[in-house]
T-cell receptor, first 114, second 113 residues
Framework: AQSVTQLGSHVSVSEGALVLLRCNYS??????LFWYVQYPNQGLQLLLK??????LVKGINGFEAEFKKSETSFHLTKPSAHMSDAAEYFC????????????FGQGTRLTINP | ETGVTQSPTHLIKTRGQQVTLRCSSQ?????VSWYQQALGQGPQFIFQ???????GRGNFPPRFSGLQFPNYSSELNVNALELDDSALYLC????????????FGSGTRLTVV
């Protein structure tokens, strides 16, 4: 079985500060890992994905994430926060086996302070 | 390239009624998945269809059912609605390989009263 734990349901940072959103996963098979962003009253937009190539993955809007197998982590970072980054962020795990469903974490709400 | 479109965007139903939600997949995508997102929660996998056949199901009762059509559009049907069915229902399409990622629609907000 696969699962995702996102540490911190709410994260608040100042504009221009580092953004760090934490994600730990559990998977009995090699995982595929994703970060999605959800703006109010909208669906999910893919930020980036890890699919067993480079462990440091760059995504859209200046976000990146590093896959660390030894720590079973896939934390999302951005060097400098913008007001437009305020949203809900979801980490998800999948695999190449079975129904290839996405298993999501509970989400982290990111607030940017001016 | 068109994205994933869902209809309707909002819906209010009475407990015990039935509802049908619709989804048009992104062009070229042959796999569609449905997710339920309760308020303040992450999306939960309902089921997936690949080339008109159910290809996996999450922990949802049989009153949640689906269809995928030859053009890869899809429906989610929920019978005997309960108050706890109130949620955002998301459709996601893909090429059937997780490495390709999933494209989500904007969802249908279902309220059961």
């Amino acid at each position: 079985a696969q699962s995702v734990t996102q540490l911190g349901s709410h994260v608040s940072v100042s504009e221009g500060a580092l953004v760090l959103l934490r994600c730990n996963y559990s998977s009995s098979v090699p995982p595929y890992l994703f970060w999605y962003v959800q703006y109010p009253n909208q669906g999910l937009q893919l930020l980036l994905k890890y699919t067993s190539a480079a462990t440091l993955v760059k995504g859209i809007n200046g976000f990146e994430a590093e896959f660390k197998k030894s720590e079973t982590s896939f934390h999302l970072t951005k060097p400098s926060a913008h007001m437009s980054d305020a949203a809900e962020y979801f980490c998800a795990v999948s695999s190449f086996q079975g129904a290839q469903k996405l298993v999501f974490g509970q989400g982290t709400r990111l607030t940017i302070n001016p | 390239e068109t994205g994933v479109t869902q209809s309707p965007t909002h819906l209010i139903k009475t407990r015990g009624q039935q509802v049908t939600l619709r989804c048009s997949s992104q062009s070229g995508h042959n796999t569609v998945s449905w997710y339920q997102q309760a308020l303040g929660q992450g999306p939960q996998f309902i089921f997936q269809y690949y080339r008109e056949e159910e290809n996996g199901r999450g922990n949802f009762p049989p009153r949640f059912s689906g269809l995928q059509f030859p053009n890869y559009s899809s429906e989610l049907n929920v019978n005997a609605l309960e108050l706890d069915d109130s949620a955002l229902y998301l459709c996601a399409s893909s090429l059937g390989l997780p490495v390709e990622g999933y494209t989500f629609g904007s969802g249908t907000r279902l309220t059961v009263v």
